[in-house]
């Protein structure tokens, strides 16, 4: 398959038969004392939390979305910690959707843009998420440079948090705004599709909404998804998929984001040892993935 | 008067006897080679051209707005540099609003707030830019801690840009969705009202759309306004402040950000040294600030 970002995600969304995406959220209060006090020694937890994450995720899912807001809350150190990681899970054979919701007037979001998806000094990100609400040419620079570096845009349509309809439901002529905002994207979906006929501008479907995620579908036939709200957040795993369709392996269409769940599970609170640790989240990462597979069986 | 942002704001304004908000923007093909080459050596580059601009901008005008894309273009050392002059333009006796258009969920928003609201190793603005999209719940965040640390928060509601009526401007019930924006921020602009009278809920408002400006007045009657826009955007000294009303000294009621006009006007690009490129900047600054005290006289 060719090199497009959205035949690399499909094609290692395949391989691991699971659609999952490993969401790496550094939070001070729940990363185990193993890993030292993200407190009192930022860079130091950091890198070696998410090091150590990336190495099991790297197993069970081909994805991973480091939430960068995340690791501003510690200074530049926590965004160069946050770009290192980037580095180290392409390294480790994964994609990465750097979760930076970045919008902004032109020149502005060309420096947005090379600071995300482009080379050192910038992240080199597989796809970068991006908010709409500033309008279509906001949204361009990133497209262009992902159109050229074969990478991907993954715009906000509808979220999952809880205030996410205040401004994305407000009716439209007879449909929400965010139905709007996925017709209006149509060219730059076009523009993003890869040999598989998926797109790379990808387009955020929270699973807490899996009716609005099927008719988002109809909107938009081609674009992957990013679907948040897995796990921790309260969807199922067949609410997570229910904007996939059928493929060649079953139901595809995007990945599923999980953070909480499968970094932060109960089991690795309580280990003793990073071999301990290692294990249970290894465990909860397989049990993601079984989950997924099973929602996605033909 | 009191130490909230909005008083603190309104009163550096009259002490200026002029709403200018004074943009830094380091663009690699703007900055004279006078400060060294960003693309060779990016750090020392900003923080000269960077602190130079904040020496002269803070004779001129009581706010700076450091647009934090296109430091970030320049990775964590950029980051790290905006977050410097930030420090150093507040020890100047300037206000900083720093333009980063961030919007989360819960949690992501916190991070994001105590990175850029936040003391040290956050930036410690005084003021951020933030996308409402996502939802209220997504804004009260930077909201709770601006109204903890007597703070501001900016949100984009009518943006300045070729494409920002593509969402902005789609009908609900017969009003613009920026419209409904303003109308929904009522409880957060209370919020953080000080003894002026004014909110530090300041809205975004475009100042290449007056006639908006003035229908956002209306809706919004305590928010100080951010106006970009004016300048090289292409919008008259009248036409910034058209949402303005009239205050103890003439109109009032927000800054309007002028970004290349004052810190690249063509005298500075051409300067042979620093006392005349210090001479240009400062004269075009002292113009911008002439032209919106006479668009703002009573």
New interface residues.
Partial sequence: MSNAFADRLIETVRKHDAPLCVGL?P?ADKIPALFGDLRQD?AATLLKFGSSVIEVAAKHAGVLKP?L????????????TA?MLTEYARSSGMLVIL?A????????????A??TL?E???FDADCVTV????????LAPFVALAAQKQKGVAV?VR??????????D????GAP?WQ??AQ?LAPEVSQLRGASGWSGLMAVAGATYPEEARTLREAMPHALFLVPGYGAQGASAADAVAGFVPGPRGREGGVVNASRSVTYPQAAQNAKSMNEWRAAIGEAMSAAAAELRTACAP
Same sequence: chains 1, 2.
């Fill in positions: 959220d939070f930022a939430q807001g995340l690791f501003e809350q510690f200074g530049e150190m926590g965004y160069a770009r979760d919701k970045r919008g902004d007037i032109g020149t502005t979001a060309e420096g947005y090379r600071a482009g050192k000094p910038g908010n709409p609400y500033m309008g279509k040419d906001t906000l979220t999952s948090n809880p205030g996410a309809g205040d401004f994305q407000l009716q439209v002529g705004v709007r905002v209006m």
